[in-house]
């Protein structure tokens, strides 16, 4: 059986603006730091900066590991800050997170629970659960890939854009790639089967990377506290890049453009001393 559908219209008929955000790894005390980062205050820098520019987002996409701390009052410091937009929120479960919790909480603030949204005329957007309860690693059920490809068969006359917590394509850090999807081979397999896919998106691994896989636009956004160190076979954090979010544009043509910004000074400088987490 499908998912329910969200339908929601866009304020510029020729294109739809998204918001991804992820990785926010709240805490329900703002004193709460990790790997010597102030997650609450990061993230904080993040909404105010997209505030500041003053952008009109149709939907934003919170990819997962919302909290650090497995207390719902950090989920709701999350939709909180969120709410604030007056645009829909949807969202998904990272490895970090409670998802009852989640659901319990986000639905206070009327933040959706859909897997499924129409997205003007010409875009579907799924959200698929790859988390593993327990497990840093990712897998897609064969309930979620089976709910992936009949919704696309259902709305086969739509561009697709699709998001998941876990990464599918190596990332270049050894140690990231231990946590990866795990069956990404099956994903991959509908995105060359079906060709209105045309973007991928996820976090997980709190670095920018963008790819062209198969068809579609493949990309990871920045986390909204500390960045993982690219290309490194062990642990390391990166003092160089600073939180972020990502911003995509989805033409009628079925073209997605995106961009990936930060905020414009790096406070929030980890302690790359530390080897995990």
């Known amino acids: 059986m499908l998912e329910s559908l969200l339908t929601l219209q866009i304020q510029n008929k020729h294109c739809a603006k ?3 955000i992820t990785d926010t790894h709240l805490f329900s005390d703002n004193a709460g730091s990790l790997l010597g980062v102030k997650s609450n205050a990061s993230f904080l820098s993040v909404i105010n900066e997209i505030k500041h520019t003053n952008k009109q987002y149709d939907l934003i996409v ?7 701390d497995g207390s719902k009052k950090s989920y709701a410091r999350f939709a909180e800050q969120i709410k604030q937009f007056d645009t829909p929120c949807v969202w998904l479960a990272g490895n970090h997170d409670n998802f009852s919790y989640m ?5 206070n603030y009327q933040l959706v629970d859909n897997k499924a949204i129409l997205l003007g005329e010409n875009w579907l957007i799924l959200l698929l659960n790859s988390q593993v309860v327990g497990q840093a690693y990712g897998m897609l059920s064969e309930k979620e890939l089976q709910f992936l490809e009949e919704t696309l068969l259902v709305h086969a006359d739509k561009n697709a854009l699709l998001f998941l917590h876990h990464h599918p394509i190596n990332s270049g850090c050894h140690w990231l790639d231990e946590h990866i999807l795990k069956n990404s081979d099956q994903l991959e397999k509908i995105i060359k089967k079906f060709p209105a896919i045309k973007g991928l998106g996820w976090g997980h691994i709190h670095q920018q990377q963008d790819h062209i896989w198969h068809n579609c636009h493949a990309f990871s956004t920045p986390s909204t506290c500390f960045q993982f160190k690219p290309n490194c076979y062990d642990f390391q954090l990166s003092n160089e890049d600073a939180p972020g979010w990502r911003e995509i544009i989805l033409d009628e043509d079925g073209t997605l453009k995106s961009s990936v910004f930060r905020i414009a000074d790096n406070r929030f400088l980890p302690d790359i001393s530390q080897k995990g987490y």
């Open 62 to 68: 919170a990819t997962g590991d919302f909290v650090q």
């Open 18 to 20: 998204i918001l991804h």
């Open 103 to 107: 659901q319990e909480v986000f639905s």
